[in-house]
């Protein structure tokens, strides 16, 4: 191993161990457990022997408890009692979601009936006062509206990133709503509300923990999953909370967003010296360039207008049966076409591809899971990584096979990946209220090509294996999906 792969070596392991332990520093002095929230896993937080008011904190969809955990870790060190759950269908719960997603009384009265729950184990709780509070993301800003209005228990409820009908003007009586300055639309609805009380963004009507109280703020330079990491965020939740309750015990904000990110930074730039120990081989011939753009876009575009005709109803799980077959169609009319033009890659690089795989889901998961996001499977899911992973593998090859390997120029690259997630935008377009969940997952694959793809690209360089490397990330991209899609049953 040279000099720059030690080097890149030392980086890494730096910004990995620098990376976590500012991570975990906003736990210390918490006790931090699971618990059954009445067949609901929950992990409470809360500062050993407190006595104080309860926070419930829900996730938004596809998310799990993880998301949360700096809200969490901010109320928790302030002394509130926090509980941040895993709703149905997400994460380690291991009920899907049931009854019809479109009908308030269907899926969203399941969820509701959950929180309840949920709120019921953490009024319960040692040293818990009485006093409620609810907080919830995207999807969950929904509930935590409607909990707050059905529930007289409820004296606080923060909506981030909020979308709901049950918000007015008056109800949720003692609410604060943040977004994210890029949100454009929840931005508009959190304005029209304040509108209706003749107020403007950033203003404040009434008085937390009062008769009446209303705040809409947008937080600058952030969107739907930033805002999650946002320390002015995280100060807002924190200010009305401590104002609604007559406290003001603070300990810091839990904003482990750029620890986050120096932590994957340092887990991929470890990936290089790694890769270098493998053995080389010569890079592999770039797709001529007239071949190269028709087997970007044609797969693309064709792909989406063939399922229209083909049914893909067939998991148990929200749209992640019309992905696995997505990815399968266009992985297919890409190596066709790879076949046609003469670049068919040899079935070779077993060892690198599963190198890869069990370094980005060991390695990289296990970081992803204890800091981000769930990324274990339930025993449920492995039937669906098994579904997906097929369609999964013959995509990434597909796309390694085009990109030599990751050798390819940049542009090259960034074409590739963007005609993939456009093939995604035109089929929300053509059945968009089947497949409107398919935009909420588009940032996970963003995520995976920076991460994963990089790591592969490293593995795939070195050994000028396409299959190889398309083998590791099909594995890795079939198991994200399948620990990412909230599980559903429509038959309840």
Aim: glycine content about 12%; some cysteine.
């Amino acid at each position: 191993m040279g000099f720059r792969e030690l080097l890149v070596g030392l980086i890494a392991l730096l910004c990995v161990g620098l990376g976590l332990l500012m991570m975990e520093q906003p736990r210390t002095g918490l006790q931090v457990r699971s618990i059954d929230a009445d067949g609901t896993p929950a992990t409470l937080m809360q500062v050993p022997g407190v006595t104080g008011p309860v926070v419930v904190i829900a996730h938004g969809f596809a998310g799990s408890r993880q998301l949360m955990h700096p809200y969490q870790m901010t109320l928790a060190r302030a002394g509130y009692i926090t509980l941040s759950y895993d709703l149905e269908g997400h994460g380690r719960n291991l009920q899907p979601l049931r009854g019809d997603v479109n009908d308030i009384e269907g899926t969203t009265r399941f969820l509701l009936d959950e929180l309840g729950r949920v709120i019921d184990t953490g009024l319960a709780l040692p040293g818990a006062d009485g006093r409620l509070a609810l907080l919830g993301h995207s999807m969950a800003s929904d509930l935590v509206a409607r909990g707050a209005v059905e529930d007289d228990r409820v004296a606080a409820t923060v909506a981030i990133s909020s979308f709901s009908e049950a918000i007015s003007a008056q109800d949720p009586s003692n609410l604060l709503i943040i977004n994210g300055a890029w949100e454009g639309r929840l931005r508009d609805e959190a304005r029209r509300i304040m509108a209706e009380l003749q107020a403007e963004e950033d203003e404040t009507v009434g008085a937390p923990g009062e008769d009446f109280a209303r705040r809409a703020v947008a937080i600058p330079r952030v969107e739907h999953v930033s805002i999650l990491y946002a320390p002015a965020a995280l100060q807002e939740a924190l200010d009305w909370l401590n104002a609604s309750f007559g406290r003001q015990l603070e300990n810091g904000v839990g904003a482990i967003g750029v620890p986050i990110l120096v932590t994957l930074l340092g887990l991929v730039l470890l990936a290089y010296p790694i890769a270098q120990t493998m053995k080389g081989r010569r890079r592999l011939d770039e797709v001529p360039p007239g071949a190269f753009w028709t087997l970007t876009l044609a797969p693309a575009i064709l792909t989406p207008f063939v399922l229209v005709l083909v049914p893909t109803d067939f998991l148990p799980v929200l749209v992640a049966d019309y992905l696995a077959v997505h990815l399968a169609v266009y992985g297919l009319l890409v190596l066709v076409g790879l076949a046609i033009e003469g670049d068919m890659p040899r079935l070779r690089g077993w060892t690198a591809g599963l190198a890869v795989a069990l370094y980005g889901i060991l390695v990289v998961g296990g970081v992803l899971d204890r800091y981000v996001a769930s990324f274990v499977p339930t025993e449920p899911r492995w039937t669906i990584f098994v579904a997906i992973l097929p369609g999964a593998v013959l995509a990434m090859v597909g796309d390694a096979t085009l990109l030599q390997a990751g050798g390819a120029p940049f542009l090259r690259r960034f074409a590739a990946r963007t005609a993939f997630l456009m093939s995604l935008g035109i089929a929300v377009a053509l059945d968009f209220e089947r497949l409107f969940f398919l935009i909420l997952v588009m940032p996970v694959l963003v995520l995976f090509y920076l991460v994963y793809g990089t790591i592969g690209g490293f593995v795939g360089r070195r050994t000028g294996s396409s299959f190889g490397m398309g083998l590791g990330l099909g594995i890795i991209l079939a198991w994200a999906l399948a620990v990412s899609f909230p599980m559903f049953d429509g038959t309840i």
